[in-house]
């Protein structure tokens, strides 16, 4: 699903441009597996770890059972939003949290665009 | 061209510009919005003129929402809403305008001031209605972030906002919703929330609440996880004689993310209340 992101995303003006000011790296975890996501001025790139030694600004971190659930078509009732699986105790962020609250808006349409395809 | 009946008006009270909007006749139905949002919220309740047949629907902006003005000297302090302020606030507008024996309705922020409501001032009013009740929300996010010189208020209070909503809720009517959070002022929403999150805790007082006196109907979206039908089911099991209703596919901000759908959950419970007398 993270694979897709940048077509999903590069080719949606109406994403992009809430990430237009937004030049930052930061990483997304399914389960085991990492994901480091480069946006330069809303474009995104997408990178699959393992990583060695490599920076990012924040961190949002799930089981891959909850991003299935986040990622369906339409999600269940509490399943639907970044901040639903926060409640629910099913996400964690870390990092420098004043940039994922500065884009805050284009990283929950950045996250959800699997729903698009 | 359309032109809607709903009129507009300002009111001076308690050194405060107040605004507010109306339409209709009969029983005052009294509306309040959310947290960091304004009176827009309910603009389909004001232009339904089947409720408006038999309701006088109003809504005010509290003051620092909306067009509402914060009092003279808010650039000197902190704006938090409290329990004792919110209520007093409703019933000096109630007062002021001379309504009687008001039905009020209220979502969140609002759904949760009208147990407070229930408690102190249930003969002076006919019904209440709560949408998206809960006695209490635990912090699960960080407010202050709403209201930080190096993130966009707007923006950011958006995107909050934005997730409360249902997914199947039209996208026209999401991002108007949304649109009105970009509008508040800054610390405004962070204000309203310490109500909502830490002060307003009325989990130990709504078991006295006597819904003989004044009925007390509550209705939740089922895609609202700040105030979820699990909340709202642990109020009304406290609460004796509580009507509790789900709303089937709406979120956090029914009367405003998807109106149409709410007005058919709404329009049944105003009918019950116009005929209970």
Not at chain 2, 218 to 240: C, F, M, N, Q, V
Request: charge should be neutral.
């Amino acid at each position: 699903m993270i694979e897709n992101l940048p077509r999903l995303v590069n080719e949606d003006p109406a994403i992009v441009r809430w990430g237009r000011r937004m030049n930052e790296t930061f990483m997304v975890e399914v389960g085991d597996t990492q994901y480091l996501l480069t946006v330069r001025d809303g474009k995104l790139e997408v990178e699959k770890g393992p990583f060695a030694q490599r920076a990012w600004r924040f961190a949002i971190r799930a089981k891959r059972e909850a991003w299935e659930k986040f990622w369906q078509k339409p999600p269940a009732p509490g399943w639907h939003d970044l901040f639903g699986l926060l409640r629910r105790g099913e996400v964690v962020f870390e990092g420098d949290q004043r940039v994922l609250m500065a884009y805050l808006m284009y990283v929950k349409l950045v996250l959800a665009a699997p729903r698009k395809a | 061209m359309k032109l809607e009946p709903i009129v507009g008006r300002y009111l001076q009270l308690n050194q405060s510009r107040v605004y507010f909007e109306e339409a209709g006749q009969g029983i005052p139905l009294l509306c309040l919005h959310t947290a960091g949002s304004d009176g827009r919220q309910y603009r389909a309740v004001l232009n339904d003129s089947s409720i408006t047949a038999n309701f006088r629907v109003i809504t005010f902006d509290m003051p620092w929402h909306g067009k509402s003005s914060p009092p003279a000297g808010w650039q000197n302090e902190d704006y938090r809403l409290t329990t004792s302020s919110y209520t007093g606030m409703i019933m000096d507008f109630v007062r002021a305008l001379g309504l009687e024996r008001p039905v009020v309705m209220g979502c969140s922020i609002g759904g949760r001031i009208v147990l407070d409501l229930a408690l102190k001032h249930a003969k002076e009013l006919r019904a209440l209605i709560g949408l998206q009740t809960g006695a209490y929300v635990e912090r699960y996010y960080d407010p202050s972030w709403l209201d930080h010189p190096e993130v966009h208020g707007g923006r950011a209070s958006g995107a909050v906002a934005y997730g409360l909503m249902s997914p199947l809720s039209p996208q026209a009517e999401v991002w108007e919703t949304a649109w009105h959070y970009m509008q508040g002022g800054p610390g405004v929403f962070t204000g309203d929330l310490y109500f909502y999150q830490i002060e307003g805790d009325i989990r130990g007082r709504i078991g006295e609440i006597d819904t003989r006196i004044c009925p007390l109907h509550l209705l939740t979206g089922e895609y609202d996880y700040s105030a979820s039908p699990r909340d709202t089911e642990a109020a009304a099991a406290k609460i004796k004689g509580a009507k509790m209703t789900v709303m089937k596919g709406l979120g956090h901000f029914p009367m405003s993310e998807n109106p149409q759908a709410f007005l058919g959950y709404l329009r049944p419970v105003l009918e019950q209340i116009k005929n209970s007398g």
